[in-house]
């Protein structure tokens, strides 16, 4: 069973930068690919960013592309969200998610996901 953390989010006005990170619960040797999802009120779960194993395969939201950059580091068990230049619509409550089942034609997809983070709010003001 792996537990996940995330941390980092908070307040930021409009054009800010945030850079939550998840950390996992014990040090794995198995090939987690992980993502962060968010999730606003009255509306669903959306992907916004994965990142394989190894760590050189990334996929991004298109509403992120440009703005968002997801990396991790596999020696602390730990990946990061660097968001920049934030919206007003990115508001919402990140969470971190890992599995074993995704692909590259199913990394976007939710259900895929076995481990998921409580996750942390990010909020951005205008």
């Known amino acids: 069973q792996v537990q996940l953390v995330e941390s980092g989010g908070g307040l930021v006005q409009v054009g800010g930068s945030l850079r939550p990170s998840c950390v996992a619960s014990e040090r794995t040797t198995r090939p987690y690919a992980m993502a962060w999802f968010r999730q606003a009120p009255g509306k669903e779960r959306e992907f916004v960013a994965a990142i394989s194993w190894s760590g050189l395969s990334t996929y991004y939201a298109d509403s992120v592309k440009g703005r968002f950059s997801i990396s991790r580091e596999n020696a602390k068990n730990t990946i990061y969200l660097q968001m920049n230049s934030l919206k007003p619509e990115d508001t919402a409550v990140y969470l971190c998610?890992?599995?074993?089942?995704?692909?590259?034609?199913?990394?976007?997809?939710?259900?895929?996901?076995?481990?998921w983070g409580q996750g942390t709010q990010v909020t951005v003001s205008s």
């Open positions: 998610a890992a599995g074993l089942r995704p692909t590259a034609p199913t990394i976007r997809d939710h259900s895929v996901y076995d481990y």
